[in-house]
């Protein structure tokens, strides 16, 4: 190991260094954007829509506003509401429990693995109840859940399985990408993702044919035709401008999970025998590493340290979404594994423009740190 002598400044995500190299596609994509006036809807979106569905292994895309609008209409379209519960990992973004409230269902939180801090097929079962009607099985930080024994729980009791995938764009499990394996999936096209837009946007996969013509239902203001409006709904399309800035960036998307996934392996050989704990990879899994979250004995000190060094770091998550005021409402019991990660958890810097120096730069000031 070397010494930390110098002090730099390492980013936890440098938009601007990864959009400089595709600079000019961008630009030329806005121009015909505004050449053809194309801002709802157009050419860009229906491009977008049918290469991402590929991408996915599906059917159908629907473009929608946002992430968390994608879980919301899913739920919605689904048939999810009062008296309905819905199974949710505790640790996660709060977007996956708000969807279920916003539906008028209550959301069953339940603890994760502790090896890789997501839900599991044990967690789902033990959840069970005659009121449960579907389980948001979410791919966290850049890696899918073990979705074989998920589904086969999910199918035996006759509920849904909706993949939250706003992290795990372009991870895959046993040859299959993330998306491709519950009734519906989600995701968020936010700047940082590892797919990310040039402002919000998202996007739900699905097999079926009625259900994606729900969506784009309720997505569009409950319209059955332009003039007709057969459901109430709301307005989350995504922009034509978006969408041509995902078209673009797609192309990229693979070569930039490589970057991230050497980047992965190099933290972990630095970390080997040391005192971080870092996540484990499912067995047949191939994750995207959207982020790299290490645990920690003394998570707040190390990041203070960090910080003093220049090193960019995160915090995924703070509290588990069942310690929120937000959901206080709904009994939940303790759940060890995640109130336990909570504390502990830190995110590194990772990133397609990240280079190797300045991984050993920051596995360097960690080292000396512990």
């Given amino acids: 190991m070397s010494v930390t002598t110098t002090t730099q400044s390492v980013s936890f995500l440098d938009l601007a260094a990864l959009h400089a190299p595709i600079r000019d596609q961008l630009d030329a994509a806005w121009a015909e954007t505004l050449a053809h006036s194309s801002f709802i809807g157009g050419p860009h979106v229906e491009s977008f829509e049918q290469r991402w569905a590929a991408y996915c292994e599906r059917e159908h895309c629907v473009g929608v506003a946002n992430g968390t ?31 279920v409230v916003t539906a008028g269902a209550t959301p069953v939180f339940v603890d994760v693995d502790p090896d890789s801090l997501l839900i599991t097929a044990a967690t789902v079962e033990a959840a069970l109840s005659a009121r449960t009607k579907a389980v948001m099985v979410v791919h966290l930080y850049g890696q899918v859940a073990a979705m ?17 995938a706003a992290q795990a764009h372009g991870a895959r499990y046993r040859g299959r990408p993330a998306g491709s394996f519950g009734v519906a ?45 057969t459901h ?27 970057h991230r996934r050497l980047v992965h392996a190099a933290y972990r050989d630095r970390f080997e025998g040391s005192e971080v704990t ?22 707040d000190g190390l990041r203070a340290r960090l910080g003093r060094a220049g090193i960019a ?37 990772i990133h397609p423009t990240l280079t190797l120096d300045e991984v050993d730069y920051v596995a360097d000031t960690v080292l000396e740190a512990l």
């Fill in 69 to 99: 609008d994608a879980l919301e209409l899913v739920l919605a379209s689904l048939g999810v509401g009062p008296g309905d519960e819905v199974i949710v990992p505790a640790n996660t973004f709060v977007a996956t429990a708000e969807a």
């Fill in 148 to 164: 074989d024994g998920i589904c086969a729980v999910a199918d035996e009791a006759g509920i849904r399985v909706v993949e939250d």
């Fill in 185 to 229: 999936a989600t995701f968020s096209f936010y700047p940082g993702k590892n797919l990310g837009a040039l402002g919000d946007g998202g996007a739900v996969v699905t097999d079926d044919t009625e259900l994606a013509a729900a969506i784009r239902t309720l997505a569009n203001h409950g319209r059955g035709s332009h003039l007709l409006h």
């Fill in 232 to 258: 109430s709904g709301r307005n989350s399309r995504l922009d034509g401008i978006q969408a041509a800035a995902l078209n673009v960036k797609l192309a990229h998307l693979d070569a930039w999970n490589g």
């Fill in 278 to 299: 870092m996540l484990t990879t499912l067995a047949s899994g191939t994750p995207a590493h959207h982020l790299e979250v290490v645990r920690v004995p003394d998570r």
């Fill in 313 to 349: 770091t995160g915090i995924h998550y703070a509290r588990p979404c069942h310690k929120h005021p937000a959901f206080a409402r709904f009994d939940v019991r303790p759940l060890v594994v995640a109130e336990t990660a909570a504390r502990h958890q830190l995110s590194l810097p």
